[in-house]
């Protein structure tokens, strides 16, 4: 007998952590972040792949949004292939409309997003109320 979509057993666990608006706080929520995924028993290969998601999306909040971000992973699994949901929610552009970025080097900024969609199932932003969450999702193979 077929179990209907709707009664698939899903299973979710989360983490969420704090991006503290310190120097340095990326690369401690990312040692957090694989300590987390490590738990989760993460193929080694996934992890990788999510550290630098994580990385670009944490980064971005710390450049170019207003404080403060928060990291939420959600690690979705039931019958069919696993999700690893990467969320990084902040306030919003930290630089008014119209406001000029000159100045930034495009040699040093730039690539975050290429690299998320290179390595995202899927990929995007929600603007609400609270702020902007970038989102990506990545499926183990």
Do not use: F
Not at 4 to 24: D, F, I, K, S, Y
Not at 30 to 48: H, I
Not at 70 to 89: F, H, K, Q, Y
């Amino acid at each position: 007998m077929a179990v209907p979509l709707n009664t698939m057993l899903r299973e979710t666990v989360e983490h969420v952590c704090p991006l503290p608006p310190v120097a340095g706080a990326v690369s401690a929520v990312r040692r957090r972040v694989g300590a987390v995924l490590a738990d989760w028993n993460l193929c080694p290969a996934m992890v990788e792949d999510s550290l630098l998601v994580v990385s670009e999306l944490l980064t971005n909040a710390v450049v170019h949004a207003l404080p403060p971000a928060e990291l939420r992973l959600s690690w979705i699994r039931g019958d069919g292939p696993s999700t690893l949901r990467v969320e990084v929610t902040d306030r919003g552009p930290a630089l008014a409309a119209g406001q000029s970025t000159a100045g930034i080097d495009p040699d040093e900024h730039g690539r975050g997003e290429q690299i998320v969609h290179a390595l995202a199932t899927r990929h995007g932003m929600r603007i609400h109320s609270g702020g902007v969450t970038r989102w990506a999702d990545l499926v183990a193979a």
